[in-house]
């Protein structure tokens, strides 16, 4: 049984106040620049850094020096540049993470590529999937790693409901529901219509934001493509076509049917993910950031009924699960993914190929929905 922690180790940990002190690092530890000041930097690779002897963060820069150095600052990083061009270009960098916003991924992946740099890249990987195609060239060419940042991917409850589906004990998959929906008392106030989320000109909306987790999860989860979109409809729009809330569902290739809602106006909290096989079915709630808390719930059937036929009579055995493994965040599982790749070519999941595959299925959603793709369609490497 995986190794299982306190709340309160698992909060230390996440937040990087965890001992023992930060790693010594080693001499061939890969060095890490950001592309600008963003909030989600922290969290997403300068904490869970700490923890690993084989990364360190070696410069950040900004359009804005005094935001650069008082990032750096802030968080200990030794040097800071006033442009994105002076960290890529940096000899002493080996990889780069690129939290910037959705249409500027392309841009500076294409550029850290051909300088030689590994790239970490924020998810959505890119505006469309052309872009992203010509990401996996450049990389490619380069032969380095491109890296999606879909986190959540490489927490041990994801790698639980991979073995739980490949074990057979659900039967086969037929549908998978994906939900990330955050209430609009919260998100109103938080991400205001003007917020660069809903910026179209930088390939906002919400299925450039948490609508592509749920894409990911149920592409992970039917373990196929989108044959065909059946539905979309968009729940709300701002700045004229830019969509805050989605509903979409879709027959993907192997005959799965797999349904997603997301909504930054919704009328309550969910993020979750449930899987319904011929046996059984799989249910995780916070699969995105399941790090602090989460429930997975796997419910077996004892006939060869499914979930959707099952009657009262029939005999159902629940069974609940945690999988905290040793408490760090799915940024830390990330982090210790990207090294693997880099260092020892480990295969992962969140490829160049795979961002292209997702960012098909985001466009696919869009054409049903009525609604502009991002990007240019025809971009320039």
Known sequence: MA??????????????????A???????????????????????????AKDLETVKIVSVGARDLAKAQSFAQKYGIPKFVGSYDEVISDPDVDAVY??????????????????????????????NQHEAQLMVEAA????????????????PLMKRIRELIDSGEIGSVKEVFANM?????????????????????LAGGILMDAGCYCINAVRFASDSEPAQVSSAVPT?????????????????????QTSIITDFRGSTLDNSLRIVGSRGQISASFFVLPQIYHNLEVSSFTDAQSAERKSEEQQVTVRYEKQYGSGFSSYHYQLEAFVSAVKDG????TTGEDGVKNMKTIEMIYDAAGLPRRGSPNPIA
């Not at 299982?4 to 698992?10: K, L, N, P, Y």
């Not at 480990?346 to 999941?349: D, G, L």
Request: aromatic share 12%; with cysteine; hydrophobic share 40%.
């Open 3 to 20: 190794e299982q922690v306190s709340i309160f180790t698992r909060l230390l940990r996440v937040a990087g106040w965890s001992a023992p």
């Open 22 to 48: 930060a790693a010594t690092k080693r001499p061939d530890a890969i060095r890490f620049g950001i592309l600008g000041a963003a909030r989600i930097a922290p969290n997403a690779l300068i904490t869970p």
């Open 98 to 127: 690129i939290p910037l916003p959705n249409g500027k991924h392309f841009e500076w992946a294409i550029k850290a590529l051909r300088a030689g740099k590994h790239v970490l890249c924020e998810k959505p990987i890119a505006s």
């Open 140 to 155: 490619q060419t380069a032969k380095k790693t491109l890296f999606e940042a879909f986190h959540y991917r490489y927490h």
């Open 181 to 201: 929906q955050l209430p609009w008392y919260f998100t109103k106030w938080n991400f205001p219509d003007d917020d660069i989320r809903f910026d179209f000109g």
């Open 236 to 256: 709300g729009l701002v700045n004229g076509n830019v969509e805050t809330g989605i509903r979409a569902t879709m027959t993907m290739e192997n005959g799965v």
């Open 346 to 349: 480990t295969p992962f999941p």
